[in-house]
């Protein structure tokens, strides 16, 4: 990444900052919500974008960070437990990534997806039979600035890792996956191992978000927190910015996000509705992303340069 790219990241991470202290409330709380899924979509396109393993466990992580967080918040230090709740995703990833990640396609979705639920009906059972209740009182929970702050902080920790990852050998593994496994493995990569380092690396940010997020809530519970949209919202984000792009989700949850909002305020009967047909049109029409547009138009800029200087 060259000097002025990083100066330019930095202003703008700088500029995000402030929000809390100069912004309205609204403004605040919507660039929030853009934060966590700009994280939640550039951890799994870190992982999914590269290899073509669609994983529909983000959920799970989430909402074990949150619970996590929960658990903890009476008694450990803020930054202590967000890392926990990274730890906690993290170590279901592995876990997770060791029976499952030999197989493929439609039967990986399913069951990393499946899991999001069995740890939601676990949980339910589990504070029903021992604590008589179905969720838990956030309680000590920190500022919404602080809230926002360590949101930032993940996002750009989130980039930086899918920037690094991408640039480095280990990420040359990964799309070497993605376009043949097979011939990736007969080639001497160790497949396994690169699919479960990646698919760990993916849950780091989502559990720390999960653990972060849940917060903003006074009480939580599975059906809040192992939501279902919560993935598919990443899945989408990153599918419209461009997974395959570091830009590429940050462009889709800033533009998702103010479409969700914009229709929510003047459509608020059907705006469900109307943003469902507009991501359809979007993957239909715009499968690469967002991001494809921009280059394509660069293209279209480049050529008759070339053209003139000829």
Known sequence: MKP????????????????????PTFVTSLTLSILMFAGLA???????????YVALSTSAFFGLGAYTCAILL????????????????GLLALLLGICVLHLRGTYFAIITFGISELLKNAIMYV????????GRLMTGAPTVAIIYWTVLILTAIAGLLYWAVARSDFGAALRAIGNDEGRAATLGLNVRNAKIVGFCLSALVPGA???????????????????PFIVFQSVLVATIGGANRLIGPILGAVVFGLLQEALRLNFANYYLILLGLLLILSVLYIPN??????????TSVAKPTEGMHA
């Open 127 to 134: 504070e029903k039979s021992q604590f008589g209740t179905v």
């Open 42 to 52: 550039l951890s799994w396109a870190m992982f999914s974008g590269s290899t073509g």
């Open 209 to 227: 978000i999960g653990a972060a997020m849940s917060v903003r809530w006074t009480y939580i519970e599975p059906q809040i927190v192992f939501n």
């Open 4 to 23: 002025t790219l990083w100066i330019f990241c930095t202003i703008v991470v700088a500029s995000l900052a402030l929000f809390p202290l100069a912004a």
């Open 289 to 298: 992303g967002l991001v494809s547009l921009v280059r394509l138009n660069r």
């Open 74 to 89: 009476d008694g450990w230090p803020w930054p202590l437990v967000v890392a926990a709740g990274a730890g906690t995703a």
